[in-house]
């Protein structure tokens, strides 16, 4: 809901004052490009992506690469706002839930589209699995005149 409240007033020309309190950054798939090339990706760690000193712009803030073969995440926070532990209870159910999901999509046995996957971006999962059982629906009506 507050997406679309950003969205609207932004096309009326009016900013949204609010700053995001967590941040998401998927920085895409490094193992092809980086391990051919001139560089080649450091197996330690980079350390902070930003300084200790530095305004934050989120509270919480998640950046994720894939190296290797593996997906890597990296969460930065603001220490005044959260404790470690609570970061780490996070992080496992992040974990957790993304292992859940990958379980879900390798157990299953045909193709299944998401909104993200066409070009009806707006569409919500049940509008799409509406719009495929009428489909279906035409289909089944159309081999019956056959």
């Given amino acids: 809901m ?4 950003v969205r609207k007033a932004a096309a009326e020309g009016r900013t949204w004052k609010l700053k995001p309190e967590v941040s998401f950054n998927y920085l895409g798939q490094f193992d092809q490009d980086v391990e051919t090339g001139l560089f ?12 200790p000193n530095g305004e934050r712009t989120s509270t919480l803030s998640i950046n994720g690469m894939v190296l290797g073969g593996q997906l890597q995440l990296t969460i930065d926070y603001n220490g005044k706002a959260y404790e470690a532990d609570t970061i ?13 999901i990958i379980e879900h999509c390798a157990d299953r046995r045909e193709t299944e589209k998401t909104p993200s996957d066409l070009s009806f971006k707006q569409l919500t ?22």
């Fill in 2 to 5: 507050r997406v679309v409240k």
């Fill in 40 to 51: 080649a990706g450091s197996r330690y760690g980079a350390g902070s992506l930003v300084s």
């Fill in 88 to 100: 780490e209870e996070l992080a496992a159910g992040y974990k957790r839930h993304l292992e859940a």
């Fill in 125 to 146: 999962i049940q509008e799409l699995e509406e719009f495929e059982e009428e489909m279906e629906w035409l289909t089944i009506l159309d081999s019956e005149r056959v």
